[in-house]
């Protein structure tokens, strides 16, 4: 059925997924975010990070249009948790910044951003936060009869044009559920260069041609997307047992000239035709088509998930438990047509919450999470060794009330293993997490939050096997592989110890009425903190990097407060104030990089019952506190407006909808990008679409 067609005002509290407990978000001690309903369906984009970066405490990673990377309180990558339905993802994004998230935001009917460590309850992967992407491929209620969805949408800063679909339904006690999403975009338009005229050398010839060149356009940005998923479930009274299939592909370009073997495949030029004639036909014509001016990422994925939830007796009230299966590949295809490295991971993760019998005032929660992954890398930028990676955690999380005092804690144990396939290198760690939190409700509307969190992370397998031997050595120079996207040669640790973070926090929340907000003061110290350090040292031209560790303090705020302007009937004006900040330094000396800037902003909405719109204004700040041999960033202004409406039919609606994003077309170069200096942002852009509901 079509959903309600009057823009909703509601104050209505629900209950947070992510937050494993029955809990709304004015009651749960995770700052967290969300996104759904119309809200979502106004910033979804192509990428997570572009779908999130409004949202109170994010920013983006790019990677040029392919790949946008969310990054919570500074930190993101390996520590930025991102997950499917409450279980991982496993796929490459977290071992190198151009790899993007195999998921589609989409086809998501909600996303739940907790901010701060969140280790407790997903692993020792979220020491910065978790990302939720939830849908509906796996139903968890018998439909009202055959509903669905139907979206296009056209931007016009990279012609990108998106299509999406849903159909549910459902016949006796078994629901069904299917979607699609096809995308396709040329390469993006930006304001000026899109190579940074200040990081170029005007004297040299080549990279004065390399910046003339980049004028108005970001080059090898076009992208190609497709999702097809298809889930059932046998609903009953209390409960359900389902399951869903998902088969993703994604073709984008990597622009800047990331991926530098041009040379290497041009002296094999007179050979690729011979070679060709080796292959199957259809092998022969995708290579003439993969001829293209950059290397491209081809990434497919096929993944399987089981989900129950049902009623249990005696101690236990319902379990809840998901296992997923996924099959994942991508290659890295060079201009010439050939496979410069093909990434693969297989794995299957699976989560069992176990809800103790409570009441009103007492919950409480156990769980099991367990993961095996096989992961390999195979070609010239193979510079990680085939590696298998198990984990198995143990957790509990309570929660009991006490007059206006709600109290939450909980522990965590994780056991994992790294273990290279050929040889006897291997990591073995154990990982303990605790937290507790209290939020005293001292008036109806508003509570404050006082938390504490003790979050300890294993090494990743980049950050211990990168160029390391079967042997646990550092590679000879001379067999050093480049990782290309970074342009560096990044060496391991292989004998890193566990990261240990304690955070502390305090919020204040008004959560009802008229005027809701919140403001959070966050101090992270994070002992033993593995990050890439550039050593200054070169080996062919080519920098030299080293996983180090190094104590580290994060500490920052976030505020957002909405408040209505003028009512006048079914008119409804809001103001709405925004902003974060986070600062992080190493204990010893200097700042930590890729650190996003000071914002600060505002959004001025109109509603009426059949329509809305929306004019946000962003300040974003100089970045100037950088790292060792990092450059500092200028900051912009950003100026985007949204404008839908609604159009009811007999038992369905469209919906007509213009979002103009950048309308001063500054240019814009995200601190936290690696490409910052050679794929800034686009530019002004104009995005039309219909969506039909019925």
Known sequence: MAQELEHSDSTIEEVIVT??????RADTAMPVNILTGEELREKVAATLGETLQDQVGVSVASFGAGVGSPVIRGQGGNRVQVLQGGIGNIDASAISADHANSLEPALAERI????????????NGAIGGVVNVIDNRIPTRMPDGIDGIVETRNNSVSDQQVTVGRLEGGAGNIAWHLDGVYRESNDVEVPGFAVNPRSVDLTDPEEYEELIESRGRLGNSNTRARVLTFGSSWVFDEGYIGFAVNRLENDYGIPGHAHGHEDEHDELEEDHDEHEEGHEEEDHDEHEEARFDGTRIV??????????????????EELHGRIGSVDYQHA??????????????????????????????????????????????????????????????????????????????GLRGER???????????????????????????????????????????????????????????????????HAATQRLEIGMPNADVERSTNFEIGLRKHLGDVRGEVNLY????????????????????????????????????????????????????????????????????????????????????????????????????????????????????????????????????LLFLKANNLLDEEIRHHTSLLKDLAPAPGRSVELGMRFEF
């Not at 990434?299 to 236990?316: H, K, N, S, T, Y």
């Not at 176990?354 to 099991?368: K, N």
């Open 19 to 24: 937050s494993t407990l029955h809990r709304s």
């Open 112 to 123: 739940e951003v907790v901010r701060g460590p969140a280790t407790l309850l997903y692993g």
């Open 299 to 316: 990434m497919e994925q096929d993944r399987v998930d089981i989900e129950m939830e049902l009623p249990l007796g005696g101690w236990f």
């Open 416 to 482: 994992q293993s790294i273990e290279q396939t050929r040889g006897a290198c291997r990591a073995n760690n154990t990982s303990w997490s605790g937290s507790s939190a209290a939020i005293w409700r001292f008036t109806e509307q508003t509570n404050m939050l006082l938390s504490i969190a003790h979050s300890q992370r294993s090494a990743t397998v980049e950050e211990l096997f990168s160029n390391i031997d079967t042997r646990c050595q550092e590679l000879p120079e001379d067999l050093l592989v480049e």
């Open 332 to 409: 890295e295809v060079e201009p010439s047509g050939e496979v410069g490295t093909l990434f693969e991971q297989d794995g299957i993760e699976g989560r069992f919450v176990f809800h103790l019998a409570g009441t009103d005032s007492r919950e409480g929660v156990i769980g099991t999470q367990f993961s095996h992954r096989d992961f390999s890398a195979i070609g010239e930028e193979a510079f990680i060794p085939e590696t298998d990676i198990d984990s198995l955690a143990l957790f509990t999380l309570h929660s009991f009330d006490s007059g206006p005092m709600t109290y939450e804690f």
């Open 523 to 654: 101090y992270n110290d994070i002992a033993d903190y593995i990050f890439l350090a550039d050593t200054g040292d070169f080996i062919d031209e080519v920098a030299v990097s080293r996983y180090q560790q190094n104590d580290a303090l994060f500490y920052g705020m976030e505020a957002e407060l909405s408040f209505p302007l003028r009512r006048s009937g079914e008119h409804l004006t809001e103001m709405s104030l925004f902003g974060d900040y986070v600062r992080a330094e190493f204990d010893s000396a200097g700042d930590v990089p890729r650190i996003p800037p000071l914002n600060v902003g505002f959004e001025l909405r109109h509603s009426h019952i059949h329509w809305q719109t929306k004019l946000r204004w962003t300040e974003v700040g100089k970045q100037s506190d950088t790292a060792f041999n990092e450059s500092s960033t200028r900051g912009y202004t950003l100026l985007n407006y949204y404008l839908d409406y609604h159009i009811p039919f007999a038992n369905a609606e469209a």
